[in-house]
């Protein structure tokens, strides 16, 4: 997918593209399966029922892809001011995005801190990968800051969740969105999670939200002294459903 620099509103990208692609795909040939073919179909001593067969799958398919969609388009922006929302912003907040993608989490944060005309500072970290985002690139990012009015106080940085190069105690606040799953190596993952904790200040938040995993991450930190909770995502709001893990480092 081509990035688009000229648009002017801000374009926060499509969450695994060929996910959603597959899904109406896969549903789409389905459908055409079970309204094309006869509805019984003879192959040797098979006897195969083709509407039950196909059409039960393109329905379940179509509607999570419906879903996805919706995701995509409006769901997460009410995600993510509902993560924004576990933390009471005094505007001189320190924030560290992890996997910003496009900028949304990122984004968000420092339009709260503007809007507080605090001293604060957003930075985001990414290795910018098209296969988790369509589209996803540092220039479109910087794009979206710009157009948001909030590229002053944002910084981005082409590093990977496990090795972050801040000092500890850096941030008040960290985000995460949907990145940290895409570490496959477990071990590497556990070396992401250990980051979040060292960069995070005493006193202050991770917020991370993620579709699986996340009870590892509510260990994870858990191991490290944080006092941890988890929350659902919106139950509309999200496709799939996200949770929540909050986790706060004592002073």
């Not at 993510?80 to 924030?95: F, I, T, Y």
Request: glycine fraction near 10%.
């Amino acid at each position: 997918m081509p990035m688009n620099t000229t648009s002017s509103k801000p374009d926060y990208g499509i969450d695994a593209p060929a996910v959603l692609r597959n899904l109406f795909l896969f549903g789409g040939l389905c459908l055409a399966l079970g309204l094309l073919l006869p509805p019984v179909v003879h192959l040797g001593p098979v006897v195969l029922n083709t509407r039950p067969t196909f059409l039960f799958p393109a329905f379940f398919l179509l509607i999570e892809g419906g879903l996805y969609l919706l995701y995509v388009k409006v769901g997460k922006f009410h995600h993510r001011d509902r993560m924004l929302a576990q933390h009471p912003w005094s505007g001189n907040e320190k924030v560290l995005d992890v996997g910003c993608g496009r900028g949304l989490l990122l984004a968000g944060a420092a339009k709260r801190i503007k809007a507080l005309n605090g001293t604060g500072h957003a930075t985001g970290v990414d290795i910018w990968s098209t296969e988790d985002m369509g589209g996803n690139a540092e220039a479109a990012t910087l794009h979206n800051l710009e157009l948001e009015g909030v590229q002053s106080i944002c910084t981005l940085l082409s590093v990977a969740a496990q090795d972050m190069p801040f000092e500890g105690d850096s941030f008040d606040v960290v985000v995460s969105n949907l990145c940290l799953h895409n570490i496959y190596d477990r071990a590497t993952r556990a070396r992401a999670l250990e980051q979040i904790v060292r960069v995070l200040k005493p006193g202050g938040v991770a917020i991370i939200s993620d579709y699986k995993k996340t009870g590892e991450y509510a260990n994870a930190f858990q191991a490290h002294g944080l006092k941890v909770e988890k929350q659902w995502g919106g139950m509309l709001s999200t496709f799939p459903p996200l949770t929540i893990v909050i986790a706060r480092k004592t002073l």
